[in-house]
């Protein structure tokens, strides 16, 4: 351990930074009045995917203001929100990738992208897709799974049988 003479040493200016796909944060502001039905937008800390949004017009004193509903693009569950259109809302950085599916265990899903690199930290969700997952690799079925990320969180969206080589 090495010191400068003041009581400093190395191991107080060591950090460890968490990796989160080059640095890019999980949300970024757009103004409101910018935003798009299919668009996605933060509702109470959870990512959502927009389905319907109306603007109504300014008061005497006061700003138009935007309505937005969104269902939860991990649970499906329906959000809305009331925000002056001139005002910034957060909007997350969602990624959907694909991956093929190599085997199931233990309600994760063991996963491999184009370029070989596993990946096996994604459960089974406990949806229809889930189910109709593990129906298909009980059959033998080759599967390409599309994973969508956003905030932290993964899940398995969609399946689709995989291209035959």
């Known amino acids: 351990m090495s010191d400068d003479g003041n009581g400093n040493n190395d191991e107080q200016h060591e950090q460890t930074f968490e990796s ?3 640095g890019a944060s999980l949300t970024y502001p ?7 039905k299919g668009g996605h937008i933060v509702i109470k800390g959870h990512p ?3 389905i319907d949004m109306s603007t109504s017009k300014t008061g005497k004193h006061g700003h138009a203001k935007v309505h937005l509903i969104a269902t939860d693009i991990f649970t499906q569950r329906k959000y809305e929100e009331l925000s002056p259109s001139t005002h910034n809302v957060d909007v997350p950085n969602v990624v959907r990738s694909e991956y093929q599916l190599i085997n199931i265990d233990e309600g994760f899903l063991h996963l491999m992208t184009m370029e070989g690199v596993t990946k096996e930290d994604v459960k089974v969700p406990d949806t229809e897709v889930g189910k109709l997952i593990q129906d298909q690799f009980d059959e033998g079925i080759d599967l390409m799974i599309t994973i969508v990320a956003a905030m932290g969180e993964e899940q ?4 689709k049988e995989a291209p035959k080589n």
């Open 20 to 22: 989160v796909s080059a």
């Open 156 to 159: 398995a969206l969609s399946c």
């Open 48 to 50: 959502c995917k927009i």
């Open 30 to 36: 757009m103004q409101c009045s910018a935003l798009r």
